[in-house]
């Protein structure tokens, strides 16, 4: 059973971030490019197994229904999985540094 992946708006703004601090970085395009090639293969597996990763307890906590995280290098991908719909909703996409303010 495949599910669509949907990003908020939120997670999105987060993306926008993460591209921007890569440049600030000295990043270069491909090696930017490599980067977010591997966070989307990651997020698109989801569309297949959206149950593959660990439930974080403090975020469904937090708002009241089932938070997942999947990570990527040092980040943390939170989203939720809508069974009926068939939906995944990425939600934010945060530095493991940053896990204690989120």
Known sequence: MIYRV???ADVMGD?????????????????????FEGLYDRIDSLSEMPRAYG??????EQHGYLIRKLTYKKHIVRYRVDASERVV???ALIHGARQADA
């Open 15 to 35: 993306l926008a971030e993460k591209v921007d601090y890569l440049r600030e970085q000295g990043a270069g395009e491909q090696t930017i490019s490599k980067w």
């Open 6 to 8: 949907l990003y908020t």
């Open 89 to 91: 909703h990425v939600l």
């Open 55 to 60: 439930v974080d307890p403090l975020a469904s």
